[in-house]
């Protein structure tokens, strides 16, 4: 029987793709990963990698045991889940990762309520684009995480993690106080930087209405781009989540054609019915109760 933690050794480098990055997530050296490999492969008897450079590439014969060490660390997964779930407290450490509205909105209260409900659940936090956060869970350094989907730019959903949509978050214009709607066209705007989805979204909205954007200002951050706002700077397309529990203080306009980004959390397919992952899910819709009665 092959060693199990030799094989998710195997298994980390398909996610990770270096012997260093390894090494560094599980706290080994990389020539201890190494060696690991090296029993793993006399054990199975085949080569499992070959060298491309600097890197190495997993070969036929390792991609199938990746591949059946996923199934065995999902059917571990579930086990520890109906384990926890027969206890009478949620312990444990929960590690969830999210992008950043939702973590400056909906995250605070989410976490506060599991501090007072779950006391003994110990949950650690980080803020994360969401491809980030997407690749941390498959690479199982995270049990939850919080997404978002924009409009036109669809994600990719994939059969070994379990999804729940949360709520639809309207995206409205965002502009200077006092600016006409008719100067949006020759006014400077603040977009997310090239590549990420919000920029494609803003792009394609401008394009749709018949002018080239005059992208002047670029951040993945929302509160600056609410900051050039606010100053009168730049204006923007921004999602009412930017507004929880948080003063108003641009002139906000409908876009003529209602949008929206939706909301969401993945999980593990083993690790979704986690009473942890389930606690937080819960507070976490209790948070978002307030949004879905908004006009």
């Known amino acids: 029987m092959f060693d199990l933690h030799r094989l998710r050794l195997l298994r980390e480098l398909s996610q990770r793709g270096t012997l260093a990055a390894v090494a560094q997530a599980l706290n080994y050296s990389p020539s201890s990963v190494s060696q690991q490999l090296s029993l793993l492969e006399t054990e199975v008897g085949v080569p499992l990698l070959e060298p491309v450079g600097r890197r190495v590439k997993l070969t036929p014969q390792a991609e199938i045991l990746v591949r059946h060490t996923e199934e065995v660390l999902a059917r571990l997964e579930r086990a520890e889940s109906e384990v926890a779930a027969s206890l009478h407290e949620v312990t444990g450490t929960l590690r969830v990762a999210t992008f950043q509205t939702a973590a400056l909105a909906l995250i605070p209260a989410t976490l506060a309520r599991m501090r007072d409900e779950h006391p003994a659940l110990r949950i650690e936090f980080q803020v994360l684009d969401p491809s980030e956060a997407l690749s941390g869970l498959n690479a199982r350094d995270f049990d939850l995480v919080f997404l978002e989907e924009w409009p036109d730019q669809p994600q990719a ?98 876009l003529p054609e209602p949008m929206s980004r939706l909301l969401f959390t993945a999980a593990r397919a083993g690790r979704g019915q986690h009473p942890a992952v389930r606690a937080f899910r819960e507070a976490l819709e209790l948070a978002a109760a307030p949004l879905r009665h908004q006009p």
């Open 157 to 254: 959903r994939f059969s070994s993690l379990e999804y729940r949509e949360l709520i639809r978050d309207p995206i409205r214009l965002a502009v200077p106080r006092g600016l006409p709607v008719s100067e949006i066209r020759s006014s400077p705007w603040i977009m997310e930087t090239a590549g990420m989805p919000q920029r494609f979204f803003n792009l394609n909205w401008c394009r749709h209405h018949g002018f080239e954007p005059d992208v002047r200002f670029s951040s993945v951050d929302v509160l600056v781009k609410l900051r050039f706002v606010e100053r009168g700077l730049a204006v923007a397309l921004l999602p009412d989540l930017v507004w929880y529990d948080r003063e108003i203080t641009v002139d906000l306009h409908e």
